[in-house]
Every structure is written in C-alpha cells, then in structure tokens.
C-alpha cells in the first residue's frame, strides 16, 4: 500500500465491526489513515486511487511452527523431515512466509522450533513487511512432551536462568505446559509440567524482561495451573470449562483455541485410523470447545485465531482461513471472527495497524468480494494480489 491513497470499497471491517452500506473511503496520508467514512460518490480510477470491494486490517496468524511442513501427511516422511538438514527446513520456513504473505497475512507468531529456524527468519524477512514474532525455542520439563519446539528444564533452580536466557532472543516465551490429547481416552496424556509456582516464576522473568508468555496447554489441571500461574495466553486450551473462562476474563488472559488440528482429525480419521469410538470422542471434545468460544466471547475474553499451522493436517496460511470457518460455525459473529485475527491479535501483541479508523497506521488487505458469506451464497472468493483462496465465514 501506497503512504497517500484514497481506497473505495462497498464494505469494509474496522476491527470492530464491518461495516456493509458503502461505498466508504478510507484516505491514508503519510502512511497514517485520516479519513474512514462514507463516500460521497466514487470517482472514475485515477492515480492514488484504488478500489476494491472489501477492507480489513491485514491478518495475523496467532499460533503456527514456520519450519514444520503442513503439506506432509505421511507420518513417516514427517519424521524423516525432522531428522534433516537445517537447510531444508529453513527453506520450508521461507516458503511457508511466502504462503501466508500471499493472502494478506502480515503477522506471524511462531509458537516454538528447537533449531531456532524462526529466528531467523523473522531476522530474514523483517523488511520485507512481514513480521515474524518468535518464540524462539520454548521450555518443557525433562523428558516430557514437546522435544520438537523446546529444551528442557530439569531441576526447578535452572528456570530463572534458562528463561533469563530465551528472553534476551525472544518476542515471547512460550511454556509447554502439558502433554497433548489422548484421542481414544478422550483424555490429557500424563500430568502437566510444570507447578503453579514454577509458572509464576517463567512469568515473573518473562515479564520483567517485558516479554508476555503463551502456553501449550489443555485438560482442566494444566488450565488451572496456566490461569493461576498468570500467562498471558492459553493456546489450545482443550477441555476447557465456563468457570475456567471467567478465571481468564478476570485476569485478562488471551485464549488461542487452534480448533483446526483437532478438527481434522474428527474430520478425516483415515488418516489415523480412528474408530468410530474414538470419531465420537473427538466430536464432544470439539463439541465442548465450541460451546465454550460461544461463552469465552459473550464474557469479553479475548480471542486470537491461530491455526497451529505445520501440524498434522494444518497448512500454513490456507490452515488460518479454514481455522476461521470453524471459528464461524462455533457460533462467533463474523464480527467476532474477522476481530480475532485482526485487532484482537494486533492489541495482544502490541501492535498497530489493527484498526481502519482514523489516527491508526494504514495496515489494510483488500480483497475482491467480502469474506461475509450472504445466505444462499457459496463461498466467496478471497483473492489478493499474489494469492487465491475461497473463505467463507
Ligand atoms: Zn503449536
């Protein structure tokens, strides 16, 4: 986008609401937008002036692993990939940037890689107007689930030093706190890793350093400790309950669900080989996530759409526009929706550019027909100037 630009849309989302009965002008000067409002009418193109049916701050993918390959559902060549080189894996990173940039994604959080890849590509590409937002390697506890995105803490006394360490690197700290589901049980698998004061304390270094923490997290346990131990956000938080969520609003803590990992494995269980047992399972616990985004939103908690890209069955930049469907049919408004991956993001990380209002920093995606499904309409078409996707929420 140009620093001057006078934009022409039918509709656009400020960040907080969409807004539907255009035609609108946005004017941007100097970068900055100074009007953001109806049109009176819209002139013929001329230069410094665009138009385009929709506009909405650009996006931002909360929650993905740069350096694991999304496209891979071989389980064999995934585990042959991460024995490879770290060229090849830097290579998926870029070309994993790429694919978000292409459809109007600016802001990438990278939730952990034990190369530290994410480092250096968010290094790599920070003028190139993406920015990465890096975990670098994260911190588990000895021997426990997460050896592919973080080092281990043996005894307590090494946190304060360990996390010291991440925090002179690193955008955010990120804690995997427990182990991931047990499809078949329905349940957690083993207990969480760390104790509410060993959180306290990752927090307390993390935040004295300015740094928020992010943890990977679900089942009640593992939650408890998460809001008692005061992270800034819970990642997945499966499981979750009503008196959970009024803990986080009353202390602030952000919630990315990543419902799309789990939803593909409800969603194609050949892939796994699931039985029919274990497919019900995975719908209640999708069942149970969906009812409680429905009460995190109406509580006000904020919500921040990430995909969990590179993971099994989720692809970089097309995983976050399905994760937003799925945001959609849990029940959220396409206010809601559209306010997750734009503002809500934005204002958690500590960000401009989340809103299209006047006096915020012009960091806008327009698109050739709105992302806002009509009834009876089949999924409009979602296309920016290097990429091409259909999304419908
Ligand atoms: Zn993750």
Known sequence: MNRNETIFVES????????????????????????????????????GICRARFAMPSMVESHCHLFLDGDELDPAKRSAYLKGTRESMLETAFANVERYRGIGIRVIRDAGD?????????????????TVLSAG?????????????????EHPSEIGPLVSECTRSADAIKIVLTGIIDFENGVVKDPPQFSVEEVREIVA????????????CSGIEGLEIAVRGGVDSIEHGFFMTPSILDEMAEHRI????????????????EFAGWNQPTVSRLREILDNHEECLRYADRIGIEILAGS??????????????????????????QDAVLKAVTSAPKRHFCLSGGK??????????????????????????????SGSFSVSI
């Open 137 to 153: 390697i994260g911190i588990r506890r000895r021997k426990r689930y997460g050896a592919f995105m973080a080092r281990e803490i």
């Open 308 to 333: 969990d890209g590179g993971s099994y069955g989720v692809q970089h930049g097309g995983g976050l526009l399905r994760e937003l469907e799925l945001l959609r049919k849990a029940g959220l408004s």
């Open 12 to 47: 656009y989302f400020d960040g907080t609401r969409i807004h539907r009965d255009g035609p609108y002008s946005i004017v941007v000067k100097n970068g900055i937008i100074a009007i953001a409002g109806h049109a009176e009418s819209t002139p013929d193109d001329a230069n």
């Open 254 to 269: 952000a919630w990315c669900p990543t419902c799309i990992p789990v939803h593909f494995q409800w969603e194609k269980p």
């Open 356 to 385: 299209i209002v006047p006096g915020e920093s012009a960091d806008i995606t327009l698109l050739d027909s709105s992302p806002c499904a009509e009834k009876n309409q089949s999924a409009p078409h979602f296309r920016t100037t």
């Open 114 to 130: 034990i190369h530290g890849i994410n480092h250096e590509v968010r290094d790599r590409v920070a003028n190139s107007g993406m």
């Open 205 to 216: 270094v993390a935040h004295g350093s300015g740094l928020k923490t992010f943890a990977h």
